[in-house]
């Protein structure tokens, strides 16, 4: 008998564990309003009004950013702080950029607990967090943030360490739902919508920047470099001597002697003669204006002959041209290395088996936003990954599944199929290429060609060729420098005339070429400039 009683007490312990197991440690779904569950800070900057809103389409509610370009902050605290040192911990919500989001956050952060009389109506972008996790674009950034803020033992500073190439917010206007699973084996895994993105070691210098662990040692700050340190590898043979025979004042290139003349060159001819067309406007006024000139043209006579104006033999290269003479170079004897400080211990290391995460305390949103109509719903923290599943399988899908249904109707109507998945793949790849460290400098035009390129899905080779084609471009130009400019053949008498033309345009333009290109508003301007002929501006005049 007694042992039945214990039986019996131990199946009922085990299944109230399991109950309190399946329970999330925190679940808004917003199915009532959230005033007087949510506080809404009361700095001044956070002009934002937050609305208790439906998703569209939908009979789910959530929290709505209602208005562009404003600065939003809200904070909910918890009944009691969710440690994150043991076991398993999964961070979950949802979001629906409804508006799409060009540039602004939406984001969540995870508030520690803060100092004793603190009032949640002050919370604001300074308010200390222990965990930044969601999406953020603007610009060249396009990114699903996870940031720990973590704190040093041997100096008591917080530091901030990003995950290393995050993955990308999804680029369409459906719900979307954002999922950290932080791992007692120092493991995080990152979500989209169930499917895993991304996965890290907190304690890999490979995946956070800066690394959880400090360096062992670091350059002395105080080291100098020794003033008789030669870091020249290479120098001027001291012992060579200009050859006798090399002219310095030599010119590149010299008169063709052996040119003659075109025959039926006209030599009275100008290249250029007044419109004969042209009249003076009506509503010019010399005063004003100044003195009307008829615009020019091309000379039609010179159009029939070999070319007009005075003659002159063209330029060829001149082969006793040998420019200055330098040493060659040699090694250099006293050739040191490139000096570095020697490395001294770093007073800031310290040793880690795991992350000292601080408590969750709160939950906050803190973001600005040019764009309105971001809905966020179902926040959830729990301790078991299977509760988070079951929430996104009952919530989130049936309201995406809907929605993408609407979005294909709505793009076979309009003669269009969207992103495939195969396409989705490529976006993801080429803005991860877009982060690329020596592709810094295109970066922001490299984002903008992928933008336009997901707004239409037909362009899509184009953009993947456009992309591999700047990638390819600056790799070859860091393995190889830059090309020394090659010198134009020397043309006959006769192309001269056709090639001024170009040979104007292109002077002084080749350094700005890379700024150019794409510029294609700039480039239909100059078109329309140099096509035909103007009157004088009043401020040219």
């Known amino acids: 008998m007694v042992g039945g009683r214990a039986l019996l007490s131990l199946l009922v312990s085990a299944l109230l564990v399991q109950i309190r197991a399946s329970d999330p440690l925190l679940y808004e779904p917003f199915d009532e309003d ?37 600065k939003y902050a809200i904070i909910k605290e918890l009944d009691q702080p969710v440690t994150l040192k043991d076991g398993t911990v999964v961070l979950q919500f949802e979001v629906r950029l ?40 603007c610009g060249s950034t396009n990114k699903v943030h996870f940031i720990l803020k973590h704190k040093n033992p041997k100096t008591g500073k917080y530091v901030e360490h990003h995950l290393k190439s995050p993955p990308s917010v999804p680029y369409d206007k459906l719900s979307h739902i954002y999922t950290a699973i932080l791992k007692p084996n120092n493991e995080v895994r990152i979500l989209i919508d169930g499917e895993e993105k991304k996965k890290a070691n907190f304690l890999s210098a490979d995946d956070f920047e800066p690394a959880l662990i400090p360096s062992k040692t670091i350059p002395d700050p105080d080291d100098k470099k020794p003033e ?76 029939e002959a070999p070319g007009c104006g005075e003659w002159k033999r063209p330029m060829k290269q001149n082969p006793a041209y040998k420019g200055k003479w330098h040493a060659p170079l040699i090694d ?83 003669g269009t199929d969207g992103l495939s998945d195969f396409q989705k793949k490529i976006f993801d790849v080429l803005y991860k290429i877009a982060d690329v460290p020596f592709l ?25 060729v456009s992309v591999a084609v700047v990638f390819v471009t600056v790799l070859f130009r860091i393995l190889f420098g830059g090309k020394k400019p090659v010198q134009a053949p020397v043309k006959p008498a006769a192309e001269a005339k056709k090639l001024k033309a170009t040979e104007t345009d ?13 510029d294609t508003e700039e480039k239909e301007d100059d078109k329309d400039e140099t096509a035909a002929p103007r009157r004088r501006s009043r401020r040219e005049a």
């Not at 809404?40 to 956070?46: I, L, M």
């Not at 310095?248 to 008169?255: L, T």
């Not at 292109?506 to 794409?518: I, L, P, Q, T, V």
């Open 506 to 518: 292109d002077a002084g333009s080749s350094g700005d070429k890379e700024e150019k290109e794409g």
């Open 98 to 137: 409804q508006n799409g989001l060009e540039c602004g956050g939406a984001y969540l952060k995870y508030i520690r607990p803060q100092d004793a009389g603190w009032d949640a109506r002050e919370f604001d972008n300074e308010t200390p967090y222990t965990i930044m996790f969601g999406p953020d674009k």
């Open 34 to 70: 959230f005033e007087g569950r949510w506080v809404v800070s009361g700095k001044g900057e956070y002009q934002g009004a937050w609305k208790y809103a439906k998703s569209d389409g939908h009979e789910d509610y959530g929290l709505l950013v209602s208005e562009k370009a404003k």
């Open 332 to 414: 250099n004897p006293n050739y040191k290395g490139i000096w570095k400080p020697q490395e001294i211990p770093n007073p800031e290391y310290f040793e880690l088996d795991k992350p000292d995460f601080d408590p969750i305390a709160a939950i906050g949103i803190e973001i600005w936003t040019m764009q309105d109509g971001i809905l966020f719903d179902n926040i959830l923290i729990a301790d078991d990954e299977k509760v988070a599943t079951s929430i996104l399988e009952k919530t989130w899908k049936p309201k995406y599944e809907v929605e993408k249904e609407k979005e294909k109707a709505e793009e076979a109507a309009a």
């Open 440 to 464: 810094a400098p295109y970066k922001s035009k490299i984002i903008d060609v992928i933008e336009k390129g997901e707004q239409q899905p037909n362009m899509t080779i184009g953009i993947l």
């Open 228 to 303: 008789d340190w030669d870091e020249r590898a290479k120098i001027p043979d001291p012992d060579a001597v200009k050859p006798d025979d090399w002219d310095e004042d030599a010119p590149m290139e010299i008169e063709d002697k052996e040119a003659i003349k075109p025959e039926g060159w006209l030599d009275d001819e100008p290249e250029e003669i007044d419109d004969p067309e042209a009249t003076k406007p009506e509503d010019w006024d010399d005063e004003e204006d100044g003195e009307w000139e008829a615009p020019k043209i091309d000379n039609p006579k010179c159009e």
